[in-house]
Structure formats: C-alpha cells, structure tokens
C-alpha cells in the first residue's frame, strides 16, 4: 500500500541481483503504476492469481512475451483482466511444505515443518463472551464493495479490475474451511475480511455454515445494510464482533465522502448494539485529520459519539490518506494540498506530525475515559485553549511520543514463546 513504499523500495534494493525479477502488486502499483516501474521490473495492476502464475512459468527473463495484468517496465501498458469467478480459484495454500516464516527474535528466516507451527504465528483475540484467547483464522469471501466513498481506493479498483461485487460460493467456502478443520484444530474464530459483508445474498446460510464447524466470526459491515431480524440471526449463528464504518456524523462531511445514504441507519444500528446484543462487541471506524473539516464538525461526531455509542463498543481512529486517483485525492491536488511524499502518509492517528486535541478527545472515548469529563474537556474554553498550532504540532506529539517510549521500555524483551522450529540447512 502507498504507505509502505519505502520499506518496499528498501527490500528491492536488497533482494535485487542481475539474474533475478522484482515484481510488485497490491494498491500501490493498480493506482499508481509508474510509480511502482521507478524501482521494479514489472508490477501486477490489479488481481494477480493468473497474472503471476504466467510470470512464474516465463522461462526467458529476456524475451518477455506480454502478460494481462503484468506491466513491464518499457513495454506497452498490458491488457487488463480479472478473475470474474472466485469458484475457479484454489483454496488458499498455507503449505506447510517450502512455507517460510521470519521470526524477528531469531533475526532468521525458518520453515514450517507442521501446521502446528502456525499457531505461533496466528491473529489471538480475546473472545468478548468469554475472555477466553481466539485464534482467528482470516478469509474473504468475496472481493469489491458496492459503495462509492470519495475516500476509498475501491473507486479506482472498480475501474482498474470490476465494477461488481464477486464473491466466493458456499461450496468454495465449505472446501476452505474443512481445509482449516483438518490442518488447523487450533482455530475457534474466523475473521470476514470482505469490505462489505452484508452485500452476499446468502448471508444466513454462510453463518449457518460458521455455526456448524463451531467457529464464531467478526465481519466488517455498512450501517445502510442492517435489518434488526437479519441481525439477530447473524449474532445467533455465532457473531461476536462487528466492524461499522461511520466516518463522521455530520451532514456535511458525510456529503463530503458520499456516504450519505451508506450511514442511514448508523443510530438503529448503534442502538441495537446498546440496547439489545450488547455482547457483541462493536467496532466503529471514524476518519480524523480532514483539512476541509471545521473544528465544530468534528465535536458535533463527538457528541454524537458520546450520546449513542454502547459502552463496551471500541473506536477506530483513522488519519485520511489522499490514495492516488480517489475523489479527495484530485480535490486536495487542484487546492494544492498534497504534501510532499504524500502518498507516504499513514493512517494511524499516532503518527502523524500534528495531533489535534480533537483527535486525543476521540482517543479518550476509544479507552472508555469517563464521557461526562470527555464533554467538559470537549467545551469551548478548552477547545480554544488546546488546539492552537503550539499544542497541536509540539506539546500533543512530544506527550505521545514518551508516552510510547516509556511503554517500549516496560515490555520484555520477548512477549512471544520462541518457536522451536528448525533452520534452514545452508
């Protein structure tokens, strides 16, 4: 993704040698492709299964005959292609043989000798019912997303690979998940990764299918999607997490990332959570660090925040990336608003040069500070007072900065069990 072409360009300079090809894909390279060709051979724009197993069987590095999908770096633009049925694509393959890992408390890379050996490696959560650890096997189910958000790299994506939704068949999914059964016992939960879960049409029968290998499941769904009986089947069937996009709650900017129709229903939703599944943990997602968005914009999200978000829910806080080619993306470049490197910009709040005192009020409500303070703090006195440039771009990061060098320096230096696997002969 653009924010990682750094470490990217550095992994390049170190794996690159005169008999070898370097071929990069994902986000980056479908939106911006000639960025990707300044430092690798070729990209991959847009879906990639068939695209690099062409590549893969390329004998001669020197003749290159064109390949869908695969731009190389002084030939013509390629022939784009996507995978219009998932059905046809094999089930993910997690080896384990020739299946390596990096263990950074080994400085080394080590093979899988076993399927037990992922276990070491899995996503672990608490299950918010029982406290006990989950370990989360990740799938999609299907790819794309129906919505159009000024802010989402899938505006491009959509022109790039598909403009529909494709999804993966109850049967394809019953062939991963048997696959999971067998190799991977270990597994209580399954993470949904698709952008929009609630878009399947079958979606009883695919938790159905959760409940009837014993896993629970989390899954990212859009506030205009929810229907309170559908709901109650998918919280009967095994959902324990759930991830909402809200974004903002004001009118304005809502309009401004055209989600004015895709958060209609964000109070029934957060109700339903509040009043009547409050075991079911929610996830609500919200984008911070809008230039375009006024100080008052923001509080008025807040206050909504705190007015309709149930108590166990957690809060996501995002800092909008301009990705190459989006709606904003053009706007922010016709006002001049790109910075330098821009496409470096990470999303994570904490990182960012400035921090508005807007944004740590929003981070007080996501560890459960006690909202009657939050909204004294979030009044005009303090408002005025914090968020002028000295707080915002000095005091603010230098806080957060030793706040993490003092948890840095509390950690053992090993938090994980040192896998006992066997290094790589030679």
Not at 58 to 87: G, H, S, W
Request: glycine content about 4%.
């Amino acid at each position: 993704m653009d924010n990682y072409l750094d470490v990217g360009i550095d992994i390049t300079n170190k794996l690159k040698r005169d008999d070898n090809l370097i071929i990069w894909g994902g986000a980056l390279t479908t939106l911006n492709p000639e960025l990707g060709l300044k430092y690798a051979d070729c990209v991959c724009i847009g879906d990639g299964e068939y695209a690099l197993l062409k590549l893969a069987q390329m004998v001669n590095l020197k003749n290159i005959t064109p390949i869908p999908n695969i731009y190389f770096r002084q030939k013509d633009f390629p022939e784009l292609q996507c995978v219009d049925d998932l059905a046809k694509l094999p089930p993910p393959d997690y080896g384990p043989s020739e299946h390596y890992v990096y263990v950074e408390a080994e400085d080394d890379l080590l093979p899988l000798k076993n399927f037990d050996d992922y276990q070491l490696f899995f996503q672990k959560a608490p299950d918010p019912n029982t406290g006990k650890l989950s370990y989360i096997y990740r799938m999609e189910t299907s790819r794309g997303c129906p919505h159009n958000c000024t802010y989402c790299v899938n505006n491009i994506l959509k022109k790039m690979q598909s403009p529909k939704m494709r999804f993966k068949s109850i049967i394809q999914i019953e062939t991963e998940l048997n696959l999971v059964k067998e190799n991977m016992p270990f597994v209580t939960s399954v993470s949904v990764e698709d952008d929009c879960f609630m878009a399947r049409r079958d979606l009883k029968e695919l938790a159905a299918l959760f409940k009837h290998f014993g896993y629970t499941y989390r899954c990212l769904i859009s506030p205009v999607d929810f229907k309170e009986d559908l709901m109650n089947e998918l919280v009967e069937r095994g959902l324990i997490v759930c991830h909402m996009g809200l974004q903002s709650a004001h009118s304005r900017i809502v309009e401004m990332y055209r989600r004015r129709d895709i958060n209609r229903n964000s109070e029934l939703i957060l109700k339903y959570f509040k009043d009547k599944e409050p075991q079911v943990k929610l996830f609500i997602d919200i984008l911070v660090d809008n230039p375009w968005e006024k100080i008052e914009e923001t509080l008025y999200t807040l206050s909504f925040l705190l007015k309709s978000m149930p108590k166990r829910a957690a809060l996501g806080i995002n800092s909008l990336v301009f990705y190459f080619g989006t709606e904003l993306w053009r706007r922010a470049k016709k006002e001049n608003r790109l910075e330098d490197n821009f496409f470096l910009k990470t999303w994570h709040w904490h990182r960012q040069k400035t921090i508005r005192y807007t944004t740590v009020l929003f981070v007080l409500l996501k560890f459960h500070f006690p909202r009657t303070i939050i909204k004294i703090l979030a009044s005009k006195l303090f408002v005025y007072i914090f968020e002028r440039r000295v707080f915002t771009s000095f005091f603010i990061p230098k806080l957060l900065y030793v706040i993490k060098r003092l948890q840095i320096l509390k950690k053992p230096k090993s938090l994980q069990r040192k896998p006992e696997l066997a290094p790589i002969d030679g």
